[in-house]
């Protein structure tokens, strides 16, 4: 046999591993559905499961705990990996204010129905499903909506107001501008070069999820919404830099946001600041009708 015959061979091999390897990366963006253990009954809460249609014949797992009719509405959103347990200390805090409470496992996550790849994207669009479950219900005599949504819940949370106008107000913690940079960014933290690893990564997944991260990053399309944002973040997040608030702050329409970078706090503890609660209260009394 020819030495052209054994090069080729030996590309194929090398192509076949570098697949498998990109594939196996590929798996990992994948995030792993964990139910929830703990419900609001644990700290004396009263609420009832729902189940709420969303895209491709899904079905989300949610907790309502309603206060009244007349009240807003806030729809609480978790992040990344996580289901509606995440929200407790939310709901704990802000179940005796004048607002019902909303909250829900995106779908691929927690007690919802499967959905291939989880993206920003569908968490927005199971936003947008939680909507139109408030709109049907008879009991909602308020269809005044606020969102609160945590790290990938908030970036959704932006890109769902920015698409709805029903979203009359958003409290973002941790959310990123750019869903690019932080992949580009876990890339790096793992120590996988961008060429050709990172790029070719990339590229499987958005040809997968059926469009480029780019186009949908929230900075991008925050300036859209007519919504009053909240823009919260810990100076010392390392899963996503405080940078991010920044750019989604300057990226907004001018008089519709605000921002609020919390020293000393991380990606999942802002919560624990002393008047955390306080200040997202009065922006959700001072926005919703």
């Not at 709420?52 to 509405?73: E, H, Q, V």
């Not at 004048?98 to 959905?115: A, K, P, Q, V």
């Not at 968490?123 to 909507?131: H, V």
């Not at 919390?262 to 609660?277: A, M, P, Q, V």
Request: charged content about 20%; overall charge neutral.
């Amino acid at each position: 046999m020819s030495g052209s015959f054994y090069l080729s061979a030996l590309l194929i091999i090398i192509l076949l591993f570098l697949f498998l390897v990109l594939r196996l990366i590929l798996k990992s963006f994948q995030n792993k559905q964990t139910k929830h253990q703990n419900n609001p009954a644990r700290f004396g809460i009263a609420f009832e499961e729902v189940s709420i249609p969303a895209k491709n014949n899904c079905t989300l797992y949610g907790w309502l705990m309603k206060r009244d009719s007349g009240f807003p509405t806030l729809i609480l959103v978790h992040g990344w990996g996580r289901n509606v347990e995440r929200t407790l200390p939310y709901i704990r805090h802000l179940s005796d204010k004048d607002f019902n409470l909303l909250t829900f496992d995106s779908r691929h996550h927690g007690s919802s129905d499967r959905d291939d790849f989880s993206t920003m994207v569908k968490f927005a669009e199971d936003i947008s499903a939680t909507l139109d479950f408030i709109h049907r219900d008879k009991y909602f005599a308020n269809k005044s909506i606020g969102l609160v949504g945590l790290s990938i819940g908030g970036a959704a949370s932006i890109f769902a107001a920015s698409n709805d106008p029903r979203i009359s107000s958003v409290v973002t913690v941790g959310a990123f501008a750019n869903p690019l940079d932080v992949m580009k960014q876990q890339l790096k933290q793992h120590h996988m070069p961008y060429i050709p690893v990172g790029w070719g990564v990339i590229t499987l997944l958005q040809s997968r999820v059926g469009f480029k991260f780019a186009d949908v990053a929230p900075e991008k399309h925050i300036s859209h919404s007519d919504a009053d944002f909240l823009l919260i973040h810990g100076d010392k997040d390392e899963t996503i830099p405080p940078a991010h608030l920044r750019r989604l702050y300057d990226a907004s329409k001018d008089g519709n946001a605000s921002m609020w970078l919390i020293e000393n706090r991380n990606h999942s503890d802002c919560h624990l600041e002393e008047d955390f609660w306080l200040r997202i209260s009065e922006h959700f009394q001072k926005t919703l009708k």
